[in-house]
């Protein structure tokens, strides 16, 4: 299985295999454009050969910027065209925050525990590896990784 996710100036992907995560990938200013980031999940996809592609629902992102809805929309066209399952589902917010959220991945996954991301700073710029425990949070809620242990906000 495959998860992408986007969030500002960076788009990831999660290969995920028996319910565990294996390798993920991510990019930056080399697809900041919906062409762009449709041309590396094309690249991912050859890559890993996944059998499920998850993304998030363009239509359900409310906390996303136009950009991000526009690389969702070339997501979900990638997916329309492959010869794979491709989910589009809503991202539900469990936790106060995605670090949060990451810690809770850390817990569930020792193996990503030494990769979660420290809180940025108001004027800092968030991890690099952010938009991937993102792209975790999509596969756990298509259905695909057992839910998130940890404190959940309602």
């Not at 992408?4 to 991510?26: F, M, N, Q, Y």
Request: hydrophobic share 45%; proline share 5%; charged share 30%.
């Amino acid at each position: 299985m495959l998860a992408v996710a986007a969030r500002t100036k960076r788009i990831a992907c999660v290969v995920i295999e028996d319910g565990l995560p294996i390798t993920w990938d991510a990019a930056g200013t080399s697809a900041l454009q919906p062409a762009d980031a449709a041309r590396k999940l094309r690249f991912w996809i050859e890559e890993f050969r996944p059998d499920v592609l998850v993304s998030e629902n363009p239509d359900t992102a409310t906390k996303k910027g136009r950009a991000q809805v526009g690389i969702l929309r070339a997501f979900s066209a990638v997916g329309e065209e492959q010869a794979i399952r491709a989910l589009v589902v809503r991202r539900r917010r469990r936790f106060k925050n995605i670090y949060e959220e990451a810690e809770a991945f850390g817990q569930q996954f020792p193996d990503l525990a030494g990769l979660v991301p420290r809180k940025a700073k108001p004027w800092e710029s968030e991890g690099h590896n952010v938009v991937c425990f993102e792209a975790l949070a999509l596969a756990r809620d298509a259905g695909l990784l057992k839910p998130t242990l940890g404190t959940e906000s309602s």
